[in-house]
């Protein structure tokens, strides 16, 4: 299977971050993807997180990179199989899940359980002198409410 990667160069600014989630939203469509499409959805709610957690927590540029896989090399076909999701930063910090309690206004604390909920996987290594935080969405996957089935007691905790 092919794979069409493309990137996007992010500023030190949190204002990068709707810039970001246009992008995806333009690659999907020339992509052939429904930009309000469920998984369409999922890649831009994704990018957001990981992209404010690169800029907010580092204090960086980062690179965004999305890797789209193509059934027959044609990149209008449209995705099939894992789309992955990359967030390189000047950080070797390892990202931490944190819970952000039981305070319902808390701003932040759940870019990542969210991450976890909606990816196959998800993960992290050191790359230069920063790190690389990837995630991988089932293009083929049916839509899941991540609010059926969760435990949100816990999560608030």
Do not use: F
């Amino acid at each position: 299977m092919q794979v069409l990667q493309v990137q996007l160069a992010v500023q030190a600014d949190p204002s990068e971050v709707g810039r970001a989630r246009r992008w995806v939203r333009s690659r999907l469509l020339n992509h052939g993807v429904d930009p309000d499409a469920p998984m369409a959805e999922t890649v831009v709610l994704v990018v957001s997180e990981l992209v404010t957690n690169a800029v907010v927590h580092t204090g960086c540029p980062a690179v965004l990179r999305l890797c789209l896989p193509v059934a027959d090399g044609s990149a209008q076909a449209g995705p099939c199989g894992l789309l992955r999701v990359e967030v390189a930063d000047a950080s070797r910090t390892a990202p931490a899940p944190r819970h952000a309690g039981a305070d319902e206004d808390a701003t932040n604390g759940r870019g990542l359980e969210l991450v976890e909920l909606l990816c196959e996987r998800w993960g992290w290594y050191p790359d230069g002198s920063g790190k690389r935080v990837w995630c991988e969405i089932d293009t083929q996957a049916r839509p899941v409410d991540p609010m059926a089935g969760a435990d949100w007691a816990a999560l608030a905790q």
